[in-house]
């Protein structure tokens, strides 16, 4: 009584033909015939090794090199300016007496300090007087708004699960979310003095 030899996995059929000094079509017909199960895949992995590797890629002119020294030159000096919190020593009381001072739910401002709010959507009498009560440079400000966002919230990583950022949202949309009266909206709203 014969038995037959135990079925190789996959993964060593595959890797054995892969190291194959010649992979030709002889190579590919002896792996065939020991492991037609497998044909479809060796069929596959045949083509992938027989592919031509891609091209070079193209050398940039001297006028792409100027192109990509000074967007490299721009992106570097970016990174390298901190941008400050304007928030960072700003203590909770302080920060209540500003909300107060709006008219807003302290939680207002902590939702603007999570970068919830879309910086293109800030009304700029509202940056101004923001960084008045907090006594900041608005180019502070507007640095920090346009950061990513938003920033996960201290209270999120109390939760259960991972947290997950949400999504930006207008400044007005925020207004709404707040459920502030109409009068204090349009106020918050307004762009000029």
Same mark, same amino acid.
């Given at each position: 009584?014969? !038995?037959t030899p135990a079925m190789r996995p /996959?993964?060593? $059929?595959?890797?054995?033909?892969?190291?194959?000094? $010649?992979?030709?079509? *002889? %190579?590919?017909? =002896? #792996?065939?015939?020991?492991?037609?199960? #497998?044909?479809?895949?060796l069929v596959d992995m045949s083509r992938e090794l027989s592919r031509e590797p891609p091209a070079e890629a193209p050398v940039p002119t001297p006028e792409e090199e100027e192109l990509i020294e000074a967007a490299w030159n721009r992106l570097s000096k970016a990174a390298s300016s901190p941008t400050t919190n304007p928030f960072s020593s700003v203590t909770?009381?302080?920060?209540?007496? /500003?909300?107060? !001072?709006?008219?807003v739910p302290k939680l207002f401002f902590v939702?603007?300090?999570?970068?919830? $709010? =879309?910086?293109e959507t800030f009304p700029e009498r509202f940056i101004r007087l923001t960084c008045a009560g907090l006594n900041r440079p608005i180019s502070d400000f507007k640095r920090w708004i346009a950061l990513?966002?938003?920033?996960?919230? *201290? !209270? *999120? #990583? &109390?939760?259960?699960?991972?947290?997950?950022?949400?999504?930006? $949202? !207008?400044?007005?949309a925020l207004l709404l979310e707040f459920? /502030?009266? &109409?009068? %204090?909206?349009? =106020?918050?709203?307004?762009?000029?003095?």
């Open positions: 009584m014969t !038995s /996959l993964e060593d $059929v595959l890797e054995a033909f892969a190291l194959e000094s $010649v992979n030709d079509r *002889a %190579t590919l017909e =002896r #792996y065939l015939r020991d492991h037609p199960a #497998y044909a479809a895949e909770s009381a302080e920060l209540k007496a /500003l909300a107060q !001072s709006f008219g939702a603007i300090q999570e970068r919830r $709010v =879309r910086p990513p966002g938003p920033v996960a919230s *201290a !209270s *999120a #990583y &109390k939760a259960d699960e991972k947290p997950t950022g949400g999504q930006q $949202v !207008s400044f007005e459920e /502030l009266d &109409k009068p %204090t909206c349009r =106020r918050l709203l307004e762009d000029d003095d």
